[in-house]
């Protein structure tokens, strides 16, 4: 079947998937808001391990998600995965050594005699859930404002500031883009622990912080979205690439059901929070995670349809990257999209263990009583 696709079509075909990958791990990034709410909900070592409890239940899933998303863009998109973690590498380091903190954490913070101490590794957790998810939005940012790289006709590149991609920290766009990310994270954490413990405390609690996280978010993704729609873009065609004004704008009009995700995810996840704090609703984080992945999937759909640049160069136009000069062959892509029917697959997998695993609310008494939770 996929033999008779055309190349491009198989592109944006993988386009799409990696959108959904990216937007899926962005829903699951509540595990790294919760991290930082560890000190606001929860005011008892107690009540602490009961989060942490919860959370440990589906950190795997952040971290198993971020890898799909990346290994996904380096199958079918090799060059543009070559050109942002080879070239922006110290964000990216970053950003790895951000997961792997995480990772050693969830392993040891309860472990008997620990010589660096229970709070250390909750530190940890702080700042894969903060540094982290704000390192994460700036390098996805950088996919709309441009990154400083060339590559000459052999497809070699080279990053051509030595900052190496930390200097996206001074683009407003994708400094708010970061924000964005960490609030929406935090935000969804709160509607996550309404719906996964049972404690009269901590349920308050994520109410009152579900409040104050929730005006932040919204005043962070009105600026991004105002922004993404008036700023410019970078197009092409077949003399090569070019800026065009209002360009993201251009391709909600030119695409109207990238348009209808945003907006009916954008509702979704208002009411979400609607219910969570005026219908004291425990089922928010479901509203808000369909629609998460709605804006989030619109958002990157925007990038690789309409003649757009999923890539832009800073330090050179013609060097900018699109879904067609910077994926796979058609060979490749094929193969890779027999083996996609597997996605299906493990989501129900996925949801069948979370089911499983939520059938009853997290209480203080279950993870007392449990010698091994985190």
Known sequence: MFETFTLLTLQQYW?????LLGALFVFITFVQGGQTLLYKIAKTEKERDVLVASLGRKWELSFTALVMFGGALFAAFPLFYAVSFGGAYFVWMAILFCFIIQAVSYEYRKKPNNFLGKRTYEIFLF???????????????????????????????????????????????????????????????????????????????????????SIFFVGFFVFLSIMLLIMSGFSYNESGFFI???????????????????????????????????????????????????????????????????????????SS????????????????????????????????????????KITSDEIQADSHHY
């Not at 386009?15 to 959108?19: I, K, Q």
């Not at 629609?291 to 690789?304: A, E, H, K, R, W």
């Open 127 to 213: 700042i894969n859930g903060s540094l982290g998810i704000i390192l994460i939005g700036m390098a996805v940012g950088t996919m709309f404002s441009g990154g400083n790289f060339i590559k000459d006709d052999m497809n070699l590149s080279a990053w051509t500031l030595s900052s190496r991609g930390l200097e996206a920290a001074l683009n407003p766009f994708n400094v708010v883009f970061g924000f964005t990310l960490f609030f929406l994270a935090r935000v969804q954490a709160s509607l996550y622990f309404l719906n996964n413990i049972s404690h009269k405390q901590i349920e308050k609690r994520s109410r009152g912080q579900l409040k104050n996280d």
């Open 15 to 19: 386009w799409f998937l990696v959108s």
């Open 321 to 360: 990257l699109n879904i067609q000069n910077s994926s796979g062959s058609h060979y490749t892509l094929t193969v890779m999209s027999y083996v996609s029917f597997l996605v299906p697959f493990v989501l129900g997998y996925i949801i069948l263990v979370w089911k499983s695993m939520d059938k009853t």
């Open 244 to 318: 065009e004004k209002y360009k993201f704008l251009s391709n909600f009009l030119a695409n109207p059901i990238l348009l209808i995700f945003f907006l009916v995810g954008t509702l979704m996840v208002l009411y979400a929070i609607f219910i969570s704090l005026f219908k004291k609703s425990s089922k928010g984080i479901w509203f808000s995670g369909i629609g998460t992945v709605l804006v989030v999937l619109s958002i990157f759909c925007l990038l690789g349809f309409n003649n757009t640049a999923i890539y832009p160069s800073l330090s050179d136009i013609q």
